[in-house]
């Protein structure tokens, strides 16, 4: 039997595979494969961690298929960079500003590009089989000792007890990419056992090994990413000393930990990322570690309006809802004019994230105000649109950055982005038009308000006041057609992305609520205009 098991394995490591791959390193039918013996017999051969993302962007780009999925507005400058230092095999550090998507960056590269590997089920370093030698694997088959002069982790102890007992059938699980990606957001508090291990004082007392055995060690993050993506967040934050434990993994391959006299190899792809203002900090990351990350890629904030509302739609996560195309308009306004504007630090950046979390609060409100108690369809309304202040996150320059000046400052913001939406909608209107309006407003008033609906009978529903503004209903009809139209080419961009389309595409359940959020629209936009046709005054639109 010890015989048998030797020149098996001896064929199975020698020989070429018996296999297909449908992508790098998988076999057509691996999933049918769950057992060590399964895969000896079919010669498999697995591939590291940088080939994988290699050869499967590879075949992406030949197919032209997509090859970073989520991943909006970057295709010019970001994706080529990608692009490049995964072919090149590189470790990569993404230098950006908050909210330029650089964390999801590298979680996208580990969910898309790289391959299942086999797996010894219940292994927490991801040991595959064939990370030992083919001597060593034929030792633990014949259960006997391998007495190494220079121990290396291959695989931990609980994996190598599972293949004496099990031999042949050690069960294996084929793990994917998503669940090979680690994450660490670098904080003072992470010590570099975190990072690289440690000996375990309750390993060593219950199973009675020596302290510098294989089977007292306790892994760290870097194993736990073994044959997967390790992303550390804010690389600038770790001490010299932590860094100095990661310089040794790119710059070898592998690590010790302490005076433990055993070789790790954790065979991962590395990324960082860092902000701009600590990434030129001098001394923030020590020169051979600057150096040794062979690519560095700057991220950016989306540069047009569409590529951000794209993104705030895919981002976003909301009940059941209808969100009106112009309203996405406004909430990226928002953000676009804070980070040109002098007030405003800019060194900190103006995160992606403030239209994402302003439309979770609008729908939030939308429902809080109207739909909950009146049992309709959320639906944000310019009117809603105040509520997003408690997401504005950004830094004063100029004022003393208190509460009340960020208020102010985000009240001008606002009033900014809703006169440009608005007058997207209204600008095209003949003057005459204009004209018939403030002569209808004459005498008269046009009351808006938060818990005011469409139509629900009541004497001041925008339905029953509409009907002494026959020339605001006209055009309110017109703004409303051309919304639907946007709404349409619109969910026909997010199908292109993949993103969730539910609540953009309209229904009738939404029609007396967008209706009524396009008439607050409207009414912006006649206030906008020059000369201005309507005047606003404590929500009352009366004429200018």
Same mark, same amino acid.
């Given at each position: ?10 064929q199975?490591?020698t020989?070429r595979?018996?296999?297909t !791959?449908?992508?790098a390193?998988?076999? !057509? ?13 079919i010669?498999?051969?697995?591939v590291?961690?940088? &080939? ?9 780009i ?13 295709? %010019? ?20 500003? #908050?909210g330029q ?11 898309n ?6 797996v010894?089920?219940?292994?927490i ?6 990370d ?5 694997l034929?030792?633990?088959?014949? %259960?006997?000792?391998n007495? $190494? ?16 007992n ?6 294996i699980?084929w793990?994917?990419? @998503?669940?090979?990606?680690k ?6 508090d992470?010590?570099?056992? %975190? ?10 007392? @219950?199973?009675?090994?020596e $302290?510098?055995?294989?089977e007292?060690? +306790?892994?760290?993050?870097? $194993? *736990?990413?073994?044959?997967?993506l ?5 690389l ?8 100095v434990?990661?310089? =040794? ?6 690590f010790?930990?302490g ?6 190899e954790? @065979? ?9 203002? %600590?990434y030129?900090?001098?001394g @923030? ?23 951000? $509302? ?8 909301i009940?059941? =809802? ?7 308009k #406004?909430?990226v ?17 103006v ?6 979390h302003?439309l ?12 909950l ?21 950004f ?11 960020r *208020?102010?400052?985000?009240?001008t ?7 440009d ?7 095209d209107?003949e ?7 403030? *002569? ?7 009351l808006?308000?938060?818990? #005011? ?9 925008? !339905? ?6 026959? +020339?605001? +209903?006209?055009?309110?009809?017109k ?14 961009q997010?199908k292109?992305?993949?993103? =969730?389309?539910?609540?953009l ?8 609520e967008l ?8 009414? &912006? ?7 201005s046709v309507?005047n606003k005054? !404590? ?6």
């Amino acid at each position: 039997m010890a015989q048998d098991f030797e020149n098996f394995v001896n064929q199975s490591y020698t020989l070429r595979p018996k296999y297909t !791959e449908i992508t790098a390193g998988v076999p !057509e039918d691996y999933k049918q494969i769950k057992t060590l013996g399964a895969l000896l017999e079919i010669n498999y051969k697995i591939v590291g961690a940088k &080939e994988q993302l290699r050869q499967n962007l590879i075949s992406k780009i030949k197919a032209n298929s997509t090859k970073y999925p989520g991943i909006i507005g970057f295709d %010019d400058d970001v994706v080529p960079a990608l692009d490049r230092a995964i072919l090149s095999r590189h470790d990569v550090i993404l230098v950006g500003q #908050i909210g330029q998507a650089k964390t999801k960056i590298a979680q996208t590269i580990a969910e898309n590009l790289l391959s299942p590997i086999p797996v010894i089920r219940g292994s927490i370093t991801n040991d595959c089989p064939m990370d030992l030698p083919a001597s060593n694997l034929i030792l633990l088959l014949q %259960d006997k000792e391998n007495s $190494m002069s220079n121990p290396t982790f291959y695989i931990d102890s609980d994996s190598m007890e599972k293949i004496r007992n099990n031999k042949l059938e050690t069960p294996i699980e084929w793990v994917s990419g @998503k669940n090979r990606f680690k994450y660490v957001l670098a904080t003072p508090d992470i010590s570099v056992k %975190d990072l690289v291990g440690q000996i375990d004082a309750i390993k060593v007392t @219950k199973k009675g090994t020596e $302290m510098y055995e294989i089977e007292s060690y +306790s892994p760290g993050q870097l $194993m *736990q990413a073994k044959h997967g993506l390790f992303c550390i967040d804010e690389l600038p934050v770790l001490d010299t000393r932590k860094q100095v434990a990661l310089l =040794s993994v790119l710059q070898e391959g592998r690590f010790t930990t302490g005076s433990y006299p055993v070789i790790f190899e954790p @065979k991962t792809v590395f990324f960082a990322t860092a902000n701009p203002i %600590d990434y030129t900090h001098a001394g @923030k990351i020590i020169e051979p570690l600057y150096d040794r990350l062979k690519s560095h890629i700057h991220t950016r904030y989306p540069k047009t309006l569409q590529d951000e $509302m794209l993104i705030v739609a895919q981002e976003s996560k909301i009940p059941k =809802s209808f969100i009106p195309i112009f309203m996405l308009k #406004i909430l990226v306004r928002i953000a676009q004019h804070a980070r040109s504007s002098q007030e405003i630090n800019q060194d900190k950046g103006v995160s992606v994230r403030t239209g994402i979390h302003g439309l979770e609060l609008l729908v939030g409100e939308a429902e809080r105000i109207r739909a909950l108690s009146h049992d309709v369809l959320p639906v944000p309304r310019p009117d809603d649109i105040f509520c997003i202040g408690q997401c504005a996150k950004f830094e004063l320059a100029e004022l003393d950055d208190t509460a009340d000046n960020r *208020q102010k400052t985000l009240k001008t913001l606002i009033d900014v982005a809703m006169k440009d939406t608005s007058l997207e909608y209204v600008k095209d209107v003949e003057q005459n038009i204009f004209e018939t309006i403030k *002569q209808e407003f004459a005498g008269k008033n046009f009351l808006i308000s938060q818990e #005011i609906l469409g139509s629900n009978g009541m004497e001041n529903s925008y !339905e029953k006041q509409l009907q002494n503004f026959k +020339s605001l +209903s006209d055009l309110v009809d017109k703004v409303y057609q051309k919304v639907l139209l946007e709404q349409t080419e619109f969910v026909n961009q997010a199908k292109k992305y993949g993103i =969730s389309y539910g609540s953009l595409e309209f229904s009738e359940t939404a029609s007396h609520e967008l209706r009524s959020a396009t008439l607050e629209l409207a009414l &912006e936009g006649l206030c906008s205009v020059e000369p201005s046709v309507l005047n606003k005054k !404590e929500g009352t639109y009366v004429a200018a």
